[in-house]
Each structure stands twice: as C-alpha cells, then as structure tokens.
C-alpha cells in the first residue's frame, strides 16, 4: 500500500513547524497585550450552525466539508473561527461583556487545489462582541498592525471602508434589491479586475449609468486627509452614508490614537465577501501583489442576534490573520531565519563507559532549561558531527573518559569549528551566553 | 433556531484555556529541552492509512470520524498522533534519523458520550524513530516524568513491563495462536478487575490451568530490585522471555541514569490496548484511582515498515500524554492557580477628555510587554471595576484629567482596594514588579 496524504493537505516538518510556531507564539502574546483572552471551539460543528443563512453564506457552503455521523446527525468541519465564536456568545450569556476573544487554529475548506491554496489552513482571529465604539473597531486593528510588526513585517497597508458608504451609493444608485450583490461583484476587483467587474455588474442587471457612477466611486483610494472631502459629497443626503461616513471619521480618529494613522488607506473599492458585516470593512495588504490580503475583518453587529434567533443585536467586530499567507509572505521576505531545529547542544558520548555520564549532564543542562539532544545510536564522532551539521545544532559537547575525569568536557563551536575544554558545571552557561 | 455544539465535544472558555494552554506550553518546553522537534499532520488522514490491519486496529475503528470528500475519497478524523507520524516518516526517507518529534493536538473518537469522555480531545506526543537502544524508550519516559513534575504533579508512577515476557508466557502456557487476544483480555484489568479477566480469558478458550498461571504472573509488580528476580524466574528458558527481561534490565538502568528510577514499578499485568507494541510498554498512573492513567506508550519497531510496506524495519518508541486526563489532575489538585484573565491591568478613563491618552498610555505599557485592557463601552467607574472584579484583573489605573495634567494617574490594587498615584512612565515597571 502506498502511503498517501489527503489531497490538499500538508504535513508541517520541523523546520516549517519552527517558523510558524514562532508567528503564532508572536502573536499570542501581542493578542494577550491587547486583553484577548484565549478559547477554543471543537473542529465539527453542527451543519445547521454553519448552514444559518446569516452565517458565512451559500459560497462557502459549498466548500465546506460535512458528513452524518453514526447516529444520523449532519456534522461539518469548521470552515471559519467566527461562527463557532457567534454560536459560543449566544450559548454563554453569561459571559462579561465587552468580550475579548483571540482563537487561532485551523479551519477547513474543500477548494480547487491550486494557486497555493490548502484545504486545511490556520486562521488567527481577535473579535471584540459587545461593544458599539469604533474603538473596539480600531483596537483590533491596530493589535492586528502590531502582530505582523513584532515578527518584522513592514510593507503593508491596512483599507478601511465602511459598508453604510457603499450600500448608500448602491441604493441612491437606483439598485436597490441588489446591494449584497453588487458588494459581492465588487468584491471580485482584486481577481478580476474593473473589467471583470464591469461585466459581473451587467450580467445581475445594473444598467450603464450606475455601473459608470458605481466605478467613480470605488476608484476613491488614499490617505484619508486626502479623500475623506470626495467621500463627504458621495454620501450627502443619504443618512446611512452619512452615518457610514461618522463612523469611518470615528474609526480614523481612534486609529491614530493608537499610532496607527500612518498605514491607513481609505478605499471604498473594498467590499469584503461575507454577507454578515454592516459597517466598518478592513483588510491588510502586503505591498507584494502576489501575496495580496494578509488579514481582513469588519463589523457584524447584526449576525449573533439573527444566527441565534435574538431580538437584541450584540455588537460584534474583528479580524482574521491570514497564517498561511503570513508564513509564505515570513518565508520569502526572510524576516525569520530559518531554524532545521531547536537543539542547542548535542552530547557526544565517546565510548559506551562515559554514555550514563552523558545522560546525567544532558540532565543537568535541560534543568537550567537549555534544549540538549544526545547520541543514541551509538555512533562514531564523525558521523554524530554529521548529523548536528544537518540538523544546525550549534554547539557539540565531546563527553571523553579522560575529560570527564577531570570534570570536563570538550565543547565545539559547530558554526567556527573551534573547539576548547570546559568545565561541566559551566557548559549551561556558556550556551546560553551565546544564544 | 437553538444553536448546539455537537454531542460529545466542547468549548473551552477563557478561564479552562489559561490553563490548558499553562500545561501545553509546559510540555513543549521540556520537550524541546529532550530535542524533541515539533511536527504537525492534518485532522484528516485517508481512510486506508487508518484502517491498515497494521495501525490501531479495528477496535478503534469503530470509533473513528470517515466520510467520503466531494470527489468519493474516503476520509478519517485521526484517532490517535501515532499513525499520522508512521505514514509521514515512511513518505519523508530524506529526514535524519533518529528522528525525534513531538505533535500536541486534538484526536476524535465516536466514543459513547459518558464517563468523562468526550469526542474530541488532546494528545501530546513524544516519539524517537530510528533508535533500537532501550536509552530511546527512557528518554521517553523521562520526558514525560519531568513534563508532570514541572506542572507541579507529584504522585505518579510509572509502570513499565515489556511483550516479550508476556508473550513467552503466553507461549509457554499452550495459547500459541492466540497472544495478542490473550493480551487484550489482560489489558481490560482495570476496568473489569481480575474476576473479569479470568472470565474473558475463559471465554476465548483458554484452560483453567492456564488462567491460574496467567493469573500468578500478572500479580507480579513492585520496584525493580524487589521484582526482577521473580520476572528471571518466569521467562527462563525462552528466548523471546530472555529477551524482554535483558531489554527490561536494560531500561532500568538507563532510567536510573535519567534520575528516574525511584519511580518505576514493574507491573507484568500491563499489557496496552495497541496491537502494534512489539517490546517495552509502560504507562504513568496518578496515585488518584480515579483519574488512573495519564500518559503511555511503548515501541513499536514493526508498525512502520508493516503499514508502509517497507522490507526493513524502521525502529520507533514513543510515550502520550492524555492533555485532558492531566487537565482534570491539575484542576482537582489546585497546582495551577485558575485564571479568569491574562490582564494584568485595565485603564479606566474618567470622561471622555482623557480617553485618546488612556489608549495612548496602553500603547505604551502594551511595547513594554504588559498585558493591557481598556473600557470600551464609556461606563462609569463603578461598573468598570465590577467588570474588572469579575475578570480578576489585579491593577486598575484610573485615567482622570486632573492627574494626566501632572503626568500621573490613580493606581489601583484591586486585591487590597488601595489606591495610590503614580507617575505614568512608572506605571509597566510597577505592574510587572508585582507579577
């Protein structure tokens, strides 16, 4: 039998398993910096949960993968980190609001395997539920900047719209019936450009007129002290533009606040694909255009309530990092080193009579919290130096009977090739001095 | 529409997450300090992978999550880490052996919701592939004793036996072809007790006589220097039974070399529920009958080579940590503190004049690598320390426009209730002087 992996799945190797470690350990802690607290929700939900109208919609419906368990009932893997997050606020109503969660773990979507897409993919996710401000709003933006800054990333660029905005220019546009449509042809741009776009919109029945009015606005793009005065007249005289307008004012304010002024872009080309959001829209982009949208999220203050059957609606906002494009995005711009392992220091017993003395300083060492490998095979010194080469262990301690009688060891600089004798009781520090 | 979470499966909230990601991150430190690398597979495994006669048998298939994908492929829900690792080594012949990795991760079994089990649950696994030495199979056990005792656990044991010997007594008692069913029976010990075993061992068809001295030789457990002239006795004559007894001894003494030997205890009546252990097995049982056992393992030298249909046997030895079993430990003793928050101090502005420099002080102390919450709802001073009360959150800093005048605030230590003001810039240095 031929051992195979499911088709569009990945096993993670240590030294891709080190680097995406390292991101999501990295943004852990800045999600923790910003009071998100961390939870968990089970890989199966029920297909009903999933399948509410108000939650992700039919698109996604149709990648996501679901089978009936043994008793008949329809279950479904996960296909996003926010509707597990909708179905636990309205199971718990007990939880203190406002309520700051981060969850980050691996969701699954039955795709067309190409352009680098997986079918099992990790997402990383901060909402803020119960909270109206725009603040809630800017905080997980800008903990969102902080993340991708504290592993080294620069170039990128956060678009902020506001769906009120475009819903506003949609209706006044005499397409009223069709505003989630027209979003969602919008939302197309990025793949299939203003053409594309052109043709999506006539082939849903928008005439010309508005399809050239519609194009004049979603070319308005830039800092906002540069387009905020174009997108005051678009809306005039519509109060849900003008309130789409109040908030995006609000949310910039906020934003630079936070000291997150700088690396906003208005752009009211952004429509976003999920159904559910209501006003503020965001989404990272890495100046790369291969890599594209690294993060992206919004507001949904209507989704919980409607998914949950509740008359009062829970005000809801938050963001969604991209792991995979991340790590690809950590990977070619080389911000994280690559690492084939983590073992510090690698023991070379020489000859079986030092072997249990090699265990007990390998001991010693993983005591003061410094990660030790030693030999277990048996091996000549030649090739246990082989496979530290291999694996980029830097130091090698060379456990000698003659050594060892005197307390020692011989320690080898496996980056300089040097080697010097040292004491055993100073090996741990001589590591870590050196990380 | 009632929202629910699949039967059998679970949501962890903030205060269980703390802890159960307190344990995790534990265990992968001391794993990482033994040179164990992290590894990663996907949830899903195709079906002939799990169903091999040579992986986990067909006991636990009947407890595996399959369904066929879109395009008729039949897929799996993992059961176990053990699996996945032997299909990713025998795809992977380039990785350097020994080969040594952890995964930690969910698993899901279509148990019977009851007793405390659940559907989907966590494992955290150690396993050393490519090494035949009884040192792999100690590094092992020893890992995982030093991974319970730094989250505090102390009575524990660990008990260890070998197939080897039971085999030859199998063998040597006239159930030739029946060993592994024999073992499976004695496996069940500790669920249905010696009366149950004997009648299980009866109904396969094994003599009175035979069960007499099945039942003499399971009742052999104690610590090594006490037991290991009994296990000579017993294995005399056969080769297979030698065998074992010299790998036993040899165990032993490396796992005194690891500085664990005072918690060791033979005990001949394990035997594992795995077809696929061919020598070394062992568990760790807390001393709570209750909770029973947390952690097991053993080598597996065949399994590999068998499922992958390779000539050569690829040695491989490797123990698991049952996260959930572990997780009730640590609750039911109390070592782990419960958490309700990770926030370290919450910013209360006072009127919305100083709310830009809350936001602006939190950035700060945020750079600082404090974990930082801030009213987003505009409440007063009352409610926001209800709300900080109920979250446990230790400092709150009162954000007035009077004191932000002076470069100050009013910090409060909301275990004592004392308040006192202080400068701003001070402000990290205080909090994570108390941590």
Known sequence: MKLEIP????????EDMILRQKIIDTFRKVFESYGFQPLETPALERWETLASK????TEILKETYSFKDKAGRKLALRYDLTVPLARVIAMNPQLAKPFKRYQIGPVWRYFEVKRGRYREFYQ?????????????????????VDCLQAIGLKDFWVRISNRKILSAVIKSIGVKGKVLEVMRC?????????????????KIGVSKRAIEKLMSVIKIKGAPGKVLKQVEKIVRGSKEGEDGLEELRDLISFLDA?????????????????????????EIISSDPKIGSIAGGGRYDEMIAKIAGLEKNIPATGISLGIERIVNLAKETKILPPRRSKVEIYLAPVGEEVREKAISIAQMLRKEGV?????????????????????????????????????????????????????????????????
Not at 54 to 57: C, D, I, T
Not at 124 to 141: L, P, W
Not at 390 to 395: A, D, F, Y
């Open 7 to 14: 088709k569009g799945m990945r096993d993670f190797l240590p």
């Open 54 to 57: 108000y939650a992700g919609g």
């Open 124 to 144: 990383a996710d901060i909402d803020v539920i119960g909270a109206k401000s725009m603040q809630a709003d800017a905080e997980c933006i800008s903990c969102a």
């Open 186 to 202: 919008i939302d197309k741009l990025d793949k299939i450009g203003l053409k594309g776009v052109r043709r999506e919109l006539k």
């Open 258 to 282: 936070f000291g997150k002024g700088k690396k906003i872009l208005i752009d009211l080309s952004l429509a976003r694909g999920l159904d559910y959001y209501t006003s503020p829209i965001f």
């Open 371 to 435: 990660n030790v490998d030693i030999d277990l095979l048996g091996r000549s010194l030649g090739r246990q130096l082989e496979y530290c080469d291999k694996l980029e262990v830097p130091w090698v301690a060379i456990v000698g009977p003659a050594e060892v009688k005197r307390g020692k060891v011989r320690l080898r600089d496996m980056r300089s090739g040097r080697q010097k004798e040292i004491k055993i009781e100073l090996l741990a520090k001589e590591v870590k001095r050196c990380r």
